[in-house]
Each structure stands twice: as structure tokens, then as C-alpha cells.
């Protein structure tokens, strides 16, 4: 399996606290993402990274933020959790060579409730 | 916009008959495009990608194919078997690198 680890894999947290998620990579590969999944949307993409400190904005990306201080790891904040966010969360990550993407990979996901 | 759609949420078929999956993007600067499966309490698992300047490319008991001019795109199981009984997704990706998935297609295999 991929070098790639969610943490904590589920937590249960309180409206109005912050919560970060952390995602781990042993394949020193350049881009990562985070997704939510809810049923019937699907995988939306939160925020992504294309190296470190350099991260842009996805579909869903209010009330997030990221940052990529290092290639092996990409944080993903709820800065005051919401129950709207309660959600599965899942990382990826994928490499590049040249022009040529490879290498896409999931994490086994995280499971936020949100009270 | 970006958006990657699946036609039907819902595929059934018989065990050992070929499966289609389909899937229509909007964005026509999407180069790169990924089918993955997702089996139920598990992340997404690579299945197969093509490339924009590709029609067709084939894994084992897999084929994706591409048509341009209708922006589509297709996922073909040949022989399905129970074990192939899952959620799939198509994904997009373009030069910004985002990678957008549609919303996926359950696919229930009967005996």
C-alpha cells in the first residue's frame, strides 16, 4: 500500500471548537489534496497543495484552511466547526513527471462528527 | 465551471457480463482523466487514467474511452465479477491541477 496516513482516523467534536486534520505521505510526492465526502456529492475538493507553502483553494474551501510547511505532511483546520461539516474527510496525493501524472493514492479517511 | 457528472447513480448487472460506466465533463481544457473505485468503509483505489490526446486505453479487464467532441467518457469491466461491486468515480484534472470527481455510479453485481 501507498505511503499515506489520515489522523485521527475518527473524531467527535463540539460546534465552535477548532479541529485539524493531518495528513502523512512517505512517497515525497509534490501534490496533495483534501477532499469531504457526503452522500450524493460525492468527493468535493476542499483545498489542495502543488508543494510546500503552496496551496490553492477547491470547490468547498469556506470555512478551511491548509498549510504545507514540509512535502510528507498537509494539515487541513476547521477553525470553529460547524455541524454542516460533519463529514468523511479524505486525502490524496499524486506525483508528476515531466507532463506525465502518476501515482494518485487516497488515505483510508477521517470520520469528523460535529455536535 | 468545473464539473465532472455520472449518468446514472445506480448500475446493476449479472454476474460475468460487461459493465459501462459513464461519465460527461464540462471543462474542455481537462487533460487527464481518472476512474477510481471506492468500496464501501475504504478511500478511493486507482483503477485507471487516460490522457486527453488518447481515445482508448485498457488495463486488465478494464477499458476507459475518451470522446472529446462529446466530452465523455466511459468505464468498461469486462466479465464482472462480485468482487468489482462498488462505488466508481470519474475524475478530471487540468492544468491548475485541481482534481474534481463526479458523484459516482454504485455498481451491485447479481449471481
Known amino acids: 500500500d501507498a505511503g499515506i496516513t489520515q489522523s485521527p482516523r475518527h473524531k467527535v467534536t463540539e460546534t465552535g471548537t477548532p479541529v485539524t486534520l493531518r495528513c502523512h505521505q512517505t512517497?515525497?510526492?509534490?501534490?496533495m489534496y483534501w477532499y469531504r465526502q457526503d452522500p450524493g456529492h460525492g468527493l468535493r475538493l476542499i483545498h489542495y497543495?502543488?508543494?510546500?507553502?503552496?496551496?490553492d483553494k477547491g470547490e468547498v474551501s469556506d470555512g478551511y484552511s491548509v498549510s504545507r510547511s514540509k512535502t510528507e505532511d498537509f494539515l487541513l483546520t476547521l477553525e470553529s466547526a460547524t455541524s454542516s461539516q460533519t463529514s468523511v474527510y479524505f486525502c490524496a496525493i499524486m506525483g508528476k513527471t515531466g507532463q506525465h501524472y502518476n501515482e494518485q493514492f487516497f488515505g483510508p479517511g477521517t470520520r469528523l462528527t460535529v455536535l | 465551471g468545473e464539473s465532472v457528472g455520472l449518468h446514472l447513480p445506480t448500475l446493476s448487472v449479472q454476474e460475468g457480463d460487461n459493465s459501462i460506466i459513464n461519465c460527461a465533463y464540462s471543462n474542455s481544457a481537462s487533460d487527464y482523466f481518472i476512474w477510481y473505485k471506492q468500496e464501501s468503509g475504504k478511500g478511493p483505489q486507482f483503477i485507471i487514467d487516460?490522457?486527453?490526446?488518447?481515445d482508448k486505453r485498457q488495463g486488465q479487464r478494464v477499458t476507459v474511452l475518451l470522446n472529446k467532441t462529446v466530452k465523455h467518457l466511459s468505464l468498461q469491466i469486462a466479465a464482472t465479477q462480485p468482487g468489482d461491486s462498488a462505488v466508481y468515480f470519474c475524475a478530471g484534472l487540468h492544468n491548475t491541477d485541481k482534481l474534481i470527481f463526479g458523484t459516482g455510479t454504485r455498481l451491485q453485481v447479481f449471481p
Open positions: 487516460i490522457r486527453s490526446n488518447m
Open positions: 512517497e515525497n510526492h509534490r501534490y
Open positions: 497543495s502543488y508543494g510546500v507553502k503552496d496551496t
